[in-house]
């Protein structure tokens, strides 16, 4: 049973505004389509009576104001991009009703955690979009804290800064972010997934891009001559450790992703993510790709290969030993949602890491109550989501 329409009808509204990313424009925001929802979320702040509502409309940033208290601001940050991985235009949300474990679009024996849901209700899409809960869930929530308190006057909270960014799922969520506006050093980022997980620690994230120059000669008089550089890129990732991969890490393992190459017996190119939450280990497979580039090349003969790596961001964690706080009132909040909390680490990257190391911004992630992020099984728990955005209110008034 849906306990909070108005937050469900704000989602489905949001979710059909198509906000896709992408990372071939260069441009800022990376696609002109994320200003319709900014514009949506800009009039809905302004409608409510939030303070300080303003628009990037050169950016597409989106950041408001509610007066509390006689204390600190605190502040809640959501990113308006859906991801580049699958299209998110004509998104058909439909909701499961009282879900009892059969099979739809998504099958139990494919994604067991959807057996944690059974009795709930599951918003879920066609199949022919992502769902874009990633990040609309959050958003859909922080305007249901938004519109809580302009409407209960009664409620004692600390003043409240929100902001709403574009590109976060192309890394570039923080690029024009306005931290002088924003105005405070204390913030949640809810951009997370499974109710009750409450995350402070991230990867460290590097990029690392091979490019590998071959030697094209007649295939019938090659022997000893021709260097083919899409079989020397095949040598070089084989040179990096084979379980050391998305698909065989969890937790605090971290891994090199091989995220996309190309190439002809002339050229090939190889682009990589490396990721790891320690720092020394991280500072090593960097090093590893330097090591790899330096033997293939003597090898076959200097600039062959050439590796361009470059450092994203940075765990976090450390910069969080001061601002436990925000942890803890998270975690308090959740008790009292009903739900047990815990702390994982994030196998990923939030705006909240960039701002933490960038502007000085203490910024754990909260839950949002959506699974599966970034494909066509994306789906999220109405109930799940529902307690997340109660558990917002709770932090706003502790």
């Known amino acids: 049973m849906i306990k909070n329409k108005e937050l469900i009808d704000r989602f489905f509204r949001y979710v059909k505004i198509d906000t896709q990313s992408s990372e071939e424009t260069g441009t800022s925001p990376s696609t002109a389509k994320q200003h319709d929802l900014a ?64 099979d739809f679009l998504l099958k139990t024996d494919e994604f067991p955690e959807l057996l944690n849901h059974i ?5 879920a899409t066609d199949g ?3 769902l874009g809960a990633d990040d609309k869930a959050g958003v859909a929530e922080i305007m249901n804290l938004a519109e809580y308190l302009l409407t209960h006057k009664e409620v004692s909270h600390r003043p409240i800064h929100i902001a709403f960014t574009p590109d976060e799922e192309i890394g570039c969520g ?12 204390e913030s949640y980022t809810v951009d997370g997934g499974k109710l009750g997980i409450i ?10 891009h091979i490019h590998v120059t071959g030697k094209s000669v007649h295939p019938g008089s090659a022997k000893n001559i021709m260097k083919n550089a899409s079989t020397l890129a095949i040598e070089f990732q084989n040179m990096l450790p084979a379980v050391e991969v998305p698909e065989h890490t969890e937790g605090y393992e971290g891994f090199y992703f091989l995220d996309s190459m190309k190439g002809d017996v002339e050229k090939a190119e190889l682009s990589y993510i490396i990721r790891d939450h320690d720092a020394e280990l991280f500072a090593a497979r960097k090093e590893n790709i330097k090591k790899i580039t330096a033997y293939l090349n003597d090898k076959y003969g200097e600039g062959t290969f050439s590796a361009e790596v470059k450092d994203q961001y940075h765990n976090m964690a450390d910069a969080m030993k001061d601002h436990m ?4 009132n998270a975690m308090e909040a959740m008790k009292k949602v009903g739900v047990t909390p ?5 196998r990923g990257g939030t705006d909240g890491a960039m701002l933490c190391e960038n502007a000085g911004i203490a910024c754990p992630n909260l839950p949002t109550g959506g699974y599966n992020y970034h494909g066509r099984y994306e789906y999220a728990s109405i109930q799940e989501m529902e307690k997340s955005a109660e558990a917002l209110i709770h932090i706003a008034t502790m």
């Open 325 to 328: 706080d925000l942890v803890e």
């Open 174 to 185: 923080t690029d024009y972010f306005d931290a002088e506006r924003f105005g405070t050093k």
């Open 199 to 208: 995350e402070y620690e991230n990867f460290n994230a590097a990029s690392a």
């Open 119 to 123: 009795g709930e209700d599951i918003i």
């Open 39 to 102: 514009k949506v979320l800009y009039e809905e702040l302004k409608e409510m009576g939030a303070s300080d509502v303003y628009y990037d409309t050169e950016h597409c940033y989106v950041y408001a104001r509610i007066p509390g208290d006689d204390r600190s601001p605190l502040g809640f940050i959501a990113h308006m991009d859906t991801s580049p991985a699958v299209t998110g235009k004509d998104v058909k949300p439909r909701i499961i009703e009282n879900y009892n474990g059969e």
């Open 128 to 130: 022919t979009t992502l």
């Open 342 to 346: 815990v702390n994982e680490p994030i």
